[in-house]
C-alpha cells in the first residue's frame, strides 16, 4: 500500500514512519516538501503520487500563538484537511487525520464520548474542530483519532520540557487543576498502523473505512494532571536531579489560550472497534526506559 503521511517531522509523523515501516511504500512529506498553506500545492501532490491512503499529521499545534494566528491555523487545520478529503474522495481512498481534546470545552463531569458537544475555548480548538467538520462534510471514507497530551523523544512536549527543566531548576511550579491522558506519539502511531493492518486485509480498504468511519477517541487509559504527570516523569530512575514540584491552578499560570479544565477522552468506541490502548503511566515508563537506553547509547559513543 502506497501511504501518504504529513507532518514527517513532527510527534506523531515521525512515530507513524517507525510504525507503518513494514506495511507499505510510506511517502513522508515535510513543511519544504509540501506546505499546507499552499491549497493548490496539497491537490497537485496528491493528484500525482496517487496514494492508497492518506494520513495528515500535520497540523497548526502552536496552541498560544493560535489565538493571534487564527486565520492561519485554520487554513492549516480546517482547509488543507478539507482538501485532502476531497481529494480522498476523488482518488477513492480513505483518509485517517488527528483531532484533540481541545475541542471540548472541559465541563463534563466524567470522561467525553465522540458523541458530545464540542464547544472549543481557543482558537486552536476552533480550527481543529473546523477540520474535523471539513473532512466530515467531505462524503470522503474517514477516520479521525481525537488525541490528547501528547509526548515523545522528539519534538516539543511536556516530557522533554520537564526533562530539560529538571537540569536547570530545583524547584517548579506545575498545574494541578486541569486532568487528561498523556499520551505517547509511538502508542498513537502503533494503533494507527493496527488500524492500517486490518484495513488492508480487507479487499476494499475505503469501504472497509467508510463502514467503521466517523470520530473515534485515541489516548492512553487513565487519568492525571500535568502536575502529577510532571511527579512521575521525575520518579523514574532515568531523572537524576528530581525537582520540588508545588501545585498550582490554572489562574496562577495564565497563559493566552484556555485550556479545558476536564480533557479525559473515554476510548471504549476505539478499543470496541480496533484494538486495545495502555494505561498511561505504564506507556510513559516504557518512553523513559527507551530514552534512558538513549541516553547510555550516547554517553557510551562520546566515551
Ligand atoms: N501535541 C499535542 O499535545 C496534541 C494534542 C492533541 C491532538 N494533537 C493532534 O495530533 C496531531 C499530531 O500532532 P503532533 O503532536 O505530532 O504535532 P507536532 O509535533 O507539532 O507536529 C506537527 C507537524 O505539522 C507540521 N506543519 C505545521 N504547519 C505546516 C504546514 N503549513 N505545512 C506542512 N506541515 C506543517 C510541522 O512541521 P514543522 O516540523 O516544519 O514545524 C510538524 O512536523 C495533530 O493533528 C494535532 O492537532 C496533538
Redesign the pocket.
Known amino acids: 500500500m502506497k501511504i501518504l503521511v504529513?507532518?514527517?517531522?513532527?510527534?506523531?509523523?515521525q512515530a507513524l514512519q517507525a510504525s507503518l515501516a513494514d506495511l507499505g511504500e510510506i511517502i513522508a512529506l515535510?513543511?519544504a516538501e509540501?506546505?499546507?498553506?499552499d491549497l493548490d500545492a496539497v491537490r497537485t501532490v496528491i493528484r500525482s503520487l496517487r496514494p492508497e491512503l492518506i494520513i495528515n499529521?500535520?497540523?497548526?499545534?502552536a496552541v498560544d500563538q493560535a489565538e493571534k494566528e487564527e486565520a492561519l491555523a485554520f487554513r492549516?487545520?480546517a482547509e488543507a484537511p478539507r482538501v485532502m478529503a476531497e481529494e480522498a474522495r476523488e482518488l477513492a481512498i480513505p483518509l485517517i487525520?488527528?483531532?484533540?481534546?481541545?475541542v471540548f470545552d472541559g465541563s463534563k463531569e466524567g470522561a467525553w464520548v465522540e458523541d458530545d458537544q464540542p464547544a472549543p475555548l481557543s482558537a486552536y480548538g476552533r480550527s481543529?474542530l473546523a477540520g474535523e467538520q471539513a473532512i466530515g462534510d467531505s462524503g470522503a471514507a474517514y477516520l479521525i483519532f481525537?488525541?490528547?497530551?501528547?509526548y515523545g523523544l522528539a519534538?516539543?512536549?511536556f516530557l522533554l520540557t520537564m526533562l530539560r527543566l529538571a537540569q536547570e531548576k530545583k524547584e517548579l511550579s506545575i498545574v494541578h487543576d486541569q486532568i487528561g491522558a498523556p499520551t505517547w506519539?509511538h502508542t498513537i502511531a502503533e494503533a494507527t498502523s493496527d488500524v492500517v493492518r486490518q484495513m488492508m486485509s480487507t479487499s476494499q480498504p475505503a469501504e472497509y473505512v467508510a463502514s467503521h468511519g466517523g470520530i473515534y477517541h485515541l489516548v492512553a487509559g487513565g487519568q492525571t494532571t500535568w502536575h502529577d504527570f510532571a511527579q512521575k516523569i521525575f520518579a523514574h530512575e532515568s531523572v537524576v536531579h528530581k525537582p520540588v514540584l508545588h501545585p498550582i491552578t490554572t489562574d496562577q499560570y495564565p497563559l493566552p489560550a484556555s485550556r479545558p479544565k476536564n480533557s479525559v477522552l473515554d476510548t471504549t468506541k476505539f478499543q470496541q472497534t480496533f484494538c486495545s490502548l495502555p494505561q498511561w503511566d505504564e506507556a510513559l515508563a516504557q518512553c523513559q526506559q527507551q530514552y534512558l537506553l538513549q541516553s547510555i547509547a550516547v554517553s557510551q559513543k562520546v566515551s
Open positions: 504529513t507532518g514527517k517531522n513532527g510527534q506523531v509523523g515535510d513543511r509540501l506546505d499546507l498553506t499529521a500535520a497540523a497548526y499545534t492549516i487545520n487525520h488527528y483531532s484533540t481534546d481541545y481543529k481525537r488525541t490528547s497530551w501528547v519534538g516539543k512536549n506519539s
